[in-house]
């Protein structure tokens, strides 16, 4: 069992406005085995952009229960992987390679579909619907839902994050840069997904706010779920990952556990400043 699982994390004070603590939850979901059946698998996948290469043949998989972190700088692909993996269309963008996800080759799927599989994608840069109210982007969240527990899972994600009830009415706009990421997340819940896909959830935020961001990734684990995190911040994001995997300009060219890879010179120098 990889270090970081058996590792008690004490609830942090004081506590943010907008999180729950996270005994609450983790006490009503027990956590699985780790490492369970593999979720995503991705087999030489190259993505072009017209004639530029972005992605220049990359593997890697998530299993059930793991926190999986892709981390490289600005341009490396990140991006283009998670929204290969969502099924997420534009212009010029061609697909090889195979994208397995619960057993289903989805390389040609368009994202509707992915995402009726389990797969929740909490994009770069949040996109929460500044008009909407809160409430309404939690709703668009549940799209797609046919079942009638769709206003009580709102307000679970309101327990779970206290801001979004006292704001429920309020446009999503309104919310502060940590508060929409916060929105954005509990949107991704309201899809009960089988997998989530974090985008540099860190991007823009101010230090504590990203702690705050982190913790909420943390607690998702604690509860089993399944979870793909790219992210720049790599010191952040490969304290909390079961594995991880080193993006370079199109090119995986490193893997190993979390910790591993925290303690890997190369990694030090070129990630985390040492
Ligand atoms: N729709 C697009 N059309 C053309 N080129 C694109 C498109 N999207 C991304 N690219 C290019 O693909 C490369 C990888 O971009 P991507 O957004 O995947 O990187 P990233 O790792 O997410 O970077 P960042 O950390 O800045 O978010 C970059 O060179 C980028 O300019
Ligand atoms: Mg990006």
Not at 17 to 35: H, L, N, Q, S
Not at 106 to 134: C, D, M, T, Y
Not at 152 to 157: L, M, P, R, T
Request: charged fraction near 25%; proline fraction near 7%.
């Amino acid at each position: 069992m990889p270090e970081q699982r058996r590792r008690a994390v004490p609830v942090r004070g004081p506590r943010s406005p907008g999180v729950a603590p996270r005994r609450e939850v983790a006490e009503r979901a027990p956590r699985p085995p780790p490492a369970g059946d593999t979720i995503i698998k991705v087999e030489d996948l190259r993505v072009f952009y017209g004639a530029v290469q972005v992605l220049k043949g990359i593997n890697f998989e998530v299993r059930e229960g793991e926190v999986v972190a892709i981390i490289g700088s600005n341009g490396a692909g990140k991006t283009t992987t998670l929204k290969t993996v969502s099924g997420v269309s534009e212009l010029l963008k061609s697909v090889r390679g195979k994208v397995t996800i619960l057993g289903n080759r989805v390389e040609s799927w368009p994202a509707h579909r992915i995402a009726r599989l389990g797969v929740a994608h909490v994009p770069e840069g949040r996109k929460i619907f500044p008009n909407q109210s809160v409430r309404d982007n939690l709703l668009l969240g549940a799209f797609g839902r046919k079942d009638s527990e769709v206003d009580k899972d709102i307000d679970e994600q309101c327990r779970r994050f206290p801001i979004l009830g006292e704001r429920r009415m309020q446009p999503g706009g309104l919310l502060s840069g940590g508060e929409q990421q916060m929105l954005a997340v509990a949107r991704a819940l309201m899809s009960r997904p089988k997998v989530i896909l974090f985008d540099e959830p860190s991007m823009g935020l101010a230090p504590l706010i990203v702690k705050q961001i982190f913790d909420i990734v943390r607690q998702l684990h604690e509860e089993g779920r399944t979870i793909l995190l790219v992210e720049q911040m790599a010191f952040q994001a490969l304290e909390i990952a079961d594995r991880a995997y080193v993006l370079e300009n199109g090119t995986i060219t490193l893997e190993g556990t979390g910790r591993e890879l925290l303690e890997n010179p190369r990694i030090k120098e070129a990630y985390l400043g040492a």
